[in-house]
């Protein structure tokens, strides 16, 4: 330590204070290591609580488990491939098969009615369960039951609820009791009212409930007098749960949306329930519902024009039975057989008209049930009508509706109704709509006008065969009526095999790939997933924590910062943090010779011997900037170290607004250094020999209520110059500064100041302050830091372990014998 003289330092106090500032932006990292190293415990607390939490939040969780099957889309495969390879621009199939994408397949499987009615179905949202039986099982059930599904299976006595449903919002949800008679009759109660009556087996319908109980094992019928109990949800209820929380899950396996090469028609469906049986059922008859609905779908639209027909061939071939019948029966009896050419001729020819009137009909028939369909908001057009009408412009229209209704799917998912997006495709979809309509109305005109063509052509022909002789034009009129219809049979039998061709090729290619499986091990929770990540956690929140504290702490965060922002001021020493030396209240003890502590305060007297020199009366003024530095204790331990070293030492107790030294050292309060400036007592009256430590003492005496102006008397000047030839080293003890100005008056008649800055303790601000008052006294000044950690810096804690044994605690001793066992 360099020692900065009297002469010196007012020379540079100037200099000084130009140098001191404020805290640095910097954070220096050895004194945040050091922080973390000395809060480690909040982090291993945290830590360790919030992994004990987790360990208890796993275990009384419900597990769910996952369920999944898949599903092959062969029909959207073969019609994908027949539109990249066979057709292009907007021809009616590549509309129709972009309408069928995939993506469309897969919202057709997750849609509200189809999830409905498999949970209808499966009667996921249906629970029985018999009286006294547990209903949820948690973690620790599954862990103790051998991580086991068995713990799930139904017992014998099971029963199963489908097809349930309650429209009352008083039975939603609630606890209903199932109470059975005879003959697998039972009553459904709740609060001891009936609210349903049923049989084991059937259908129940009642006020704001239905339902259909079923045994799980066959031939079971519960006993007379057995209690189940029932709880209900309503399946829109359970389908916005599912699709709120993500349990359900329908997604393509694999490929893109680049190419077909890249593109797989398998689909993915799982489910996750705390019942892992229940959401295997449901995954297996949410698939199958699909299958059942598509395949009814495509059927009934390829079966109308076949129904269609069927009937109208139905009456054509009645008619034609009878008139056959009757051209034999008239020719048996009139001997009449053939017809002239002529007549023969125009047979033939209104036999044409007939066929083609029958024609337009079929057409006419058409367009109305293609007008039917477009009435719906997003109608999609029937692709086997639209092979009837044979029309190639219709073909472009339909092709590009379906495109535009395909857009308009994907970008409901992203963007609410009223974006912009979303508002143009639903123009597009309406401008076609309209120019169907159009082209619709206008087909149905031509047609009209055609059949009334026909129909004044057909009259023409009937006129001119009225001119027949009578018995020949009875003859006429039945072969014609043969023909006619004959043709139309025809006609018509033609059509139907096309309409059944198209019936038969609407059988689904579609499959179930993988049937509904449900996996052994829950999804959640996730035992040591979520004790680790919860433990990591706490101990992060520790750490920030303990981060936080640094990074707002007011006050010195090292004895580094401190050297760092004053490097003018000159250390005498550094006190490490593992003393208490803020509590002046407590009984004065010299520490241990050995200690950290003792060896530091040995160093910090070393240091002042420096300083001073071989100077006789030295006056030591110790100061703080705040309370709970340590200044007294300092003040005390310093004190005595140098009466050890058989120096006469006097420490006074000056800070006359809380005195303390009376407490320390059990003495009596007066007579003390107010005594002596008020004139009522010698100096030498107030002095409190310490035998044990062959030091002297003078307390502060009774508290004045004006202390300043006893301690700014010419007498206290003049009294410190008469002890100066009494001993080698007088220490005031002062009141922080700048809280209260005592320190200045005592300052100007001291020798040499030294303060105490404490680590984690003194604020910066305050420091600051109390430096530039104190180095206006232009006094040699120096800082002694208080709560240094025994490890941070350059071996101050030097022979805290030196000669030191400390006492081996009863656990240490029971591990190290257990590993001695164990290594031998």
């Known amino acids: ?45 945290l830590g360790g609580a919030a992994a004990f939490l987790a360990i208890v939040f796993v275990l009384f969780a419900q597990p769910v488990f996952d369920a999944s099957g898949s599903l092959y889309l062969g029909s959207a495969e073969k019609s994908q491939s027949v539109s990249s390879s066979a057709l292009s621009g ?84 609630q606890k209903l009791d199932v109470l059975f008679s005879a003959n697998g009759h039972y009553q459904i109660l709740k609060n001891k009212q009936v609210v349903l009556q049923g049989q084991l087996g059937q259908d129940a319908i009642g006020p704001g409930i239905r339902l259909k109980l079923q045994a799980f094992r066959p031939h079971y019928t519960p006993p007379t007098q057995t209690l189940y109990h029932l709880r209900i949800q309503t399946p829109r209820a359970v389908y916005d749960a599912m699709i709120k929380s993500g349990a359900l899950g329908v997604n393509q396996l694999g490929g893109g949306s680049g190419s077909s090469a890249e593109t797989t028609y398998i689909v993915n469906v799982h489910y996750q329930n705390p019942d892992p049986f229940a959401a295997q059922q449901f995954v297996q008859t949410l698939m199958q519902t699909y299958l059942d609905k598509t395949h009814a779908w495509a059927t009934g639209q390829a079966g109308a024009s076949f129904d269609y027909l069927s009937t109208q061939m139905h009456k054509i071939r009645t008619a034609l039975s009878a008139a056959d019948a009757s051209l034999a029966h008239y020719q048996a009896h009139t001997g009449v057989i053939a017809v002239s050419a002529g007549a023969q001729a125009m047979i033939k020819q209104e036999a044409d008209y007939e066929t083609q009137r029958s024609k337009i009909e079929l057409q006419l028939h058409t367009l109305q049930q293609l007008r039917q369909q477009l009435s719906a908001p997003q109608a999609a057009i029937n692709p086997y009508i639209l092979n009837s009408i044979d029309n190639p412009v219709l073909n472009q229209l339909s092709g590009r509706l379906a495109a535009a209704q395909t857009k308009l799917t994907s970008l409901e998912k992203i963007y609410t109704p009223a974006a912009p997006q979303v508002i143009q495709v639903l123009a597009e979809i309406h401008s076609i709509q309209s120019a169907i309509h159009n082209l619709i109305d206008n087909q149905t005109q031509t047609a009209q006008q055609q059949l009334q063509s026909l129909d004044t052509l057909l009259s023409q022909y009937q006129s001119k065969m009225s001119k027949f002789p009578k018995a020949e034009l009875k003859v006429i009129s039945l072969t014609r009526s043969s023909e006619v219809l004959g043709k139309l049979y025809m006609f018509l039998l033609q059509k139907q095999e096309e309409s059944a061709i198209q019936k038969a090729s609407t059988i689904t290619r579609n499959r179930i790939l993988d049937t509904a499986l ?278 101050y804690g030097y022979g805290y372990h030196y000669g030191e044994t400390r006492p081996e605690k009863r656990w240490q001793k029971k591990l190290r014998g257990w590993l001695r066992k164990l290594w031998g």
Do not use: C
């Open 518 to 795: 449900v996996h052994d091990l829950p999804v959640s929770p996730k035992g040591k997933k979520t004790v680790i990540l919860f433990g990591l956690l706490g101990a992060f929140l520790g750490m920030a924590l303990v981060l936080g504290r640094f990074l707002l702490l007011t006050s010195f965060r090292s004895d580094e910062e401190i050297q760092h922002l004053y490097p003018f001021l000159p250390v005498y020493g550094f006190l490490p943090a593992d003393h208490n030396t803020s509590n002046a209240s407590k009984q004065f003890e010299l520490p241990d010779a050995r200690s950290g502590f003792g060896e530091a305060v040995r160093l910090l007297r070393s240091n002042v011997y420096l300083a001073a020199g071989q100077s006789a009366g030295q006056i030591l003024m110790i100061a703080s900037a705040t309370p709970k530095d340590g200044k007294s204790t300092v003040a005390y331990q310093l004190g005595a170290t140098i009466a050890q070293d058989g120096k006469k030492v006097l420490v006074i107790d000056a800070d006359l607004r809380k005195p303390h030294i009376h407490e320390m050292f059990r003495i009596a309060q007066t007579p003390g250094i107010i005594d002596v400036l008020s004139g009522q007592h010698s100096w030498q009256e107030a002095v409190r020999p310490i035998q044990a430590l062959h030091m002297d003492l003078i307390t502060a005496g009774n508290t004045p209520p004006n202390p300043s102006e006893y301690l700014g008397r010419h007498r206290f000047a003049e009294i410190l110059q008469e002890m100066r030839q009494s001993y080698d080293y007088i220490l005031l003890d002062t009141p922080p500064f700048p809280m209260v100005g005592d320190a200045l008056l005592l300052g100007s008649q001291a020798d040499r100041i030294l303060t105490v800055a404490r680590v984690h303790a003194t604020p910066r601000k305050a420091f600051k302050e109390h430096l530039q008052g104190l180095i206006n006294l232009e006094k040699p000044l120096g800082v002694i830091i208080n709560g240094v950690r025994v490890n941070a810096s350059y071996g």
């Open 90 to 173: 907007f021809s009616l199939l590549s509309g129709l098969m972009q309408g069928s994408s995939m993506a469309t397949q897969v919202n057709i499987v997750r849609s509200r009615d189809f999830v409905e009615e498999a949970i209808l179905d499966s009667g996921l949202n249906a629970q029985v369960w018999p009286d006294g039986a547990a209903t949820n099982q948690r973690f620790w059930n599954w862990l103790l039951g051998g991580r086991s599904l068995s713990i799930y299976a139904t017992p014998a006595t099971g029963l199963h609820a489908s097809l349930a449903d309650v429209t009352s919002p008083a039975l939603n949800k």
């Open 1 to 45: 330590m360099t020692d900065h003289t009297s002469a010196q330092q007012p020379a540079r106090s100037s200099a000084n204070l130009e140098a001191m500032r404020e805290s640095s932006d910097e954070i220096e990292l050895g004194a945040l290591f050091q922080s973390l190293r000395a809060g480690w415990r909040l982090p291993v607390y």
